[in-house]
Protein backbone atom coordinates (compact mmCIF):
# COMPACT_ATOMS: atom_id res chain seq x y z
CA UNK A 1 0.00 0.00 0.00
CA UNK A 2 1.56 3.53 -0.86
CA UNK A 3 0.48 6.18 1.51
CA UNK A 4 0.50 8.50 -1.46
CA UNK A 5 -2.73 7.36 -2.45
CA UNK A 6 -4.15 7.85 0.97
CA UNK A 7 -5.62 10.98 1.71
CA UNK A 8 -4.87 10.99 5.89
CA UNK A 9 -6.40 13.45 7.79
CA UNK A 10 -5.28 13.13 10.86
CA UNK A 11 -8.12 14.91 12.78
CA UNK A 12 -10.57 12.17 11.80
CA UNK A 13 -8.24 9.72 13.13
CA UNK A 14 -8.12 12.00 16.55
CA UNK A 15 -12.01 11.56 16.37
CA UNK A 16 -11.97 8.00 15.53
CA UNK A 17 -9.59 7.43 18.66
CA UNK A 18 -12.19 9.02 21.10
CA UNK A 19 -15.14 7.40 19.11
CA UNK A 20 -13.37 4.03 19.65
CA UNK A 21 -12.32 5.05 23.39
CA UNK A 22 -15.98 6.24 24.15
CA UNK A 23 -17.78 3.30 22.48
CA UNK A 24 -15.32 -0.50 22.58
CA UNK A 25 -13.06 0.88 25.49
CA UNK A 26 -9.39 0.86 25.76
CA UNK A 27 -8.20 -2.52 26.81
CA UNK A 28 -9.62 -4.16 23.84
CA UNK A 29 -8.30 -2.25 20.99
CA UNK A 30 -4.92 -0.85 23.01
CA UNK A 31 -2.52 -1.83 19.80
CA UNK A 32 -4.87 -0.51 17.67
CA UNK A 33 -5.25 3.08 19.63
CA UNK A 34 -1.15 3.30 19.96
CA UNK A 35 -1.14 2.55 15.96
CA UNK A 36 -3.91 5.20 15.18
CA UNK A 37 -2.00 7.75 17.68
CA UNK A 38 1.22 7.39 16.03
CA UNK A 39 -0.49 7.69 12.50
CA UNK A 40 -2.16 10.63 13.41
CA UNK A 41 1.23 12.50 14.81
CA UNK A 42 3.06 10.97 11.29
CA UNK A 43 0.57 10.38 8.65
CA UNK A 44 3.68 9.61 5.75
CA UNK A 45 5.41 6.51 7.60
CA UNK A 46 4.73 3.57 5.57
CA UNK A 47 5.68 1.55 8.23
CA UNK A 48 2.49 2.63 10.47
CA UNK A 49 0.69 2.14 7.88
CA UNK A 50 1.55 -2.00 7.84
CA UNK A 51 1.13 -2.00 11.74
CA UNK A 52 -2.50 -0.95 11.10
CA UNK A 53 -3.05 -3.27 8.94
CA UNK A 54 -1.65 -6.32 10.69
CA UNK A 55 -2.84 -4.67 13.74
CA UNK A 56 -6.39 -4.33 12.59
CA UNK A 57 -6.32 -7.70 11.16
CA UNK A 58 -5.10 -9.48 14.70
CA UNK A 59 -8.88 -7.83 15.83
CA UNK A 60 -11.27 -10.81 14.58
CA UNK A 61 -14.78 -10.26 15.63
CA UNK A 62 -14.46 -6.81 16.61
CA UNK A 63 -13.49 -5.21 13.10
CA UNK A 64 -16.79 -5.23 12.45
CA UNK A 65 -17.40 -2.69 15.92
CA UNK A 66 -14.01 -0.82 15.19
CA UNK A 67 -15.41 0.37 11.49
CA UNK A 68 -17.95 1.17 12.73
CA UNK A 69 -16.80 3.87 14.95
CA UNK A 70 -13.27 4.81 13.09
CA UNK A 71 -14.87 4.55 9.57
CA UNK A 72 -12.02 6.48 8.35
CA UNK A 73 -10.00 3.18 8.89
CA UNK A 74 -11.90 1.77 6.06
CA UNK A 75 -10.07 4.53 3.36
CA UNK A 76 -7.14 3.60 5.31
CA UNK A 77 -7.00 0.23 4.62
CA UNK A 78 -9.26 0.16 1.27
CA UNK A 79 -6.83 -1.96 -0.73
CA UNK A 80 -7.39 -4.62 1.92
CA UNK A 81 -9.62 -4.10 4.64
CA UNK A 82 -9.73 -7.53 6.36
CA UNK A 83 -6.10 -9.07 5.39
CA UNK A 84 -7.89 -11.11 2.51
CA UNK A 85 -5.45 -13.35 0.64
CA UNK A 86 -5.01 -12.43 -3.03
Do not use: W
Amino acid sequence: MSESSKDVDPQSIENSIQMLKRHLGEEQIKPLLAVLEALAKDPDNETLFQQLSDVFGGLGILQGAVLTYAPCLAILLSENPFNDAE
